[in-house]
């Protein structure tokens, strides 16, 4: 029989890019294989409302 998979993982394991992840219910203090997985940062653009001014020349 196949042993089942956690669905949730520990908080440290999440923000790990290695396969060797821990279920949710362990407690972790460190890990020696940890790897810090690349994170997104999303940058908010925030516009004037309206329509832009046209350049001087």
Request: a positive charge; glycine letters at 2%; one cysteine or more.
């Amino acid at each position: 029989m196949a042993r089942k998979t956690p669905k949730k993982f520990n908080k440290l394991c999440q923000r790990c890019c290695k396969k060797c992840k821990q279920a949710d219910n362990v407690l972790i203090v460190s890990c020696p294989r940890f790897e810090a997985s690349p994170v997104q940062l999303t940058i908010p653009l925030k516009f004037p409302p309206g329509r832009p001014r046209k350049a001087r020349d």
